[in-house]
């Protein structure tokens, strides 16, 4: 017991440590610095810059490791919102679970635009933050197929894809910069926009689907 206890501290102290490193990198793009030198990172966690080192080997690592800490934010975010009936979607009309969807996703997007827009700076050059990306999306493929089971299950399975691919279009990251930084519309305005545009899409595509190829 006595031997271990030092080796347990060190490994927490160290596990804290790492914790406050990624935090410190996504408060900086949270604050607007999307693309910060490691010297800052270190400096908002309080560390020094060697420290930043010994726990990533560089920043790519440092990236990917905070973009799935990201996406445990994320996760937390959007359950938050449909707990109480995502265990059971066919209990609400399919408008209110369209709105709620777009409400919880509208929230999730708007905490996650600046960290995504960091991504985007680096994304091309990393197959490590590329396979980020694509977590993130199969996340929101996983989100759409459970609050819209009921109405992908009377769908055969290329109806069904198209759906989910329709409601990624329309309620995914490049769709609400789209809002808010294309057409400069308050978080508000974009949120508002977004149930209209999600409700029309679930009409269209899970009450009423055309056929298609993908």
Do not use: C, K
């Not at 790492?18 to 800052?40: F, K, M, N, Q, Y």
């Not at 990533?56 to 937390?76: C, H, K, N, T």
């Not at 995502?86 to 209110?96: F, M, N, S, T, V």
């Not at 990251?173 to 999600?198: F, H, I, K, T, Y």
């Amino acid at each position: 017991m006595t031997a271990t206890a030092p080796a347990d501290g060190r490994l927490a102290r160290s596990a804290r440590t790492r914790a406050a490193v990624i935090d410190a990198l996504l408060g900086l793009h949270l604050d607007g610095d999307l693309s910060p030198t490691a010297g800052r990172v270190a400096e908002r966690a309080g560390v020094a810059l060697r420290t930043v080192y010994g726990h990533f080997a560089d920043l790519e690592s440092l990236y990917a490791e905070a973009g799935q800490r990201a996406m445990a934010q994320v996760r937390e975010l959007s359950t938050a919102f449909t707990a109480g009936w995502a265990d059971e979607p066919g209990r609400l009309h399919l408008d209110d679970r369209a709105r709620r969807f777009a409400e919880a996703r509208a929230v999730v997007l708007e905490w996650l635009l600046p960290i995504s827009q960091a991504a985007t700076l680096r994304e091309a050059l990393s197959p490590e933050m590329q396979s980020n990306r694509q977590r993130f999306v199969a996340l929101g493929d996983s989100e759409v197929r459970t609050l819209f089971a009921p109405e992908l299950a009377r769908l055969d399975g290329a109806a069904a894809m198209r759906a989910v691919d329709a409601l990624h279009v329309v309620a995914g990251g490049p769709a609400w910069a789209a809002l808010r930084q294309d057409r400069r519309l308050s978080p508000e305005a974009a949120a508002a926009l977004l149930a209209d545009l999600v409700v029309a899409t679930a009409h269209a595509v899970l009450v009423t689907p055309a056929s298609g190829r993908r």
